[in-house]
Nanobody
Framework: QVQLVESGGGLVQAGDSLRLSCVAS????????MGWFRQAPGMERERVAA????????YYADSVKGRFTISRDNAKNTVYLQMNSLKPEDTAVYSC??????????????WGQGTQVTVSS
């Protein structure tokens, strides 16, 4: 059974930074694409960032380009999301996801429970 456990969320002020982590178990996550999604109240879930198995290919939503960086440590089955220059509109529950492919960045079949990120103005 696949489990994804996120950590690192919290309450910060605008302009601050946070680093989210997600550890995968139950599947060799190093073999597959991993991504980060977020969902704010009343909003649809949004794909924020994604990274291929090798780490060479990445995706970022336009709203976070230049501020967020996704990375992974395959030896630890862990994916990270470094979030800099946070804005109040970044407030959401952030969840990591694991895909069934090694390089396709838009398909996922497992999600974690999520971690709350709140950015105050």
């Amino acid at each position: 059974q696949v489990q994804l456990v996120e950590s690192g969320g919290g309450l910060v002020q605008a302009g601050d930074s946070l680093r989210l982590s997600c550890v995968a178990s139950g599947r060799t996550a190093s073999t597959y694409v991993m991504g980060w999604f977020r969902q704010a109240p009343g909003m649809e879930r949004e794909r924020v960032a994604a990274i291929s198995r090798s780490g060479i290919n990445t995706y970022y939503a336009d709203s976070v380009k230049g501020r967020f960086t996704i990375s992974r440590d395959n030896a630890k089955n862990t994916v990270y999301l470094q979030m800099n220059s946070l804005k109040p509109e970044d407030t959401a529950v952030y969840s990591c996801a694991l895909g069934p492919y090694s390089s396709r960045l838009d398909a996922y079949d497992y999600w974690g429970q999520g971690t709350q990120v709140t950015v105050s103005s």
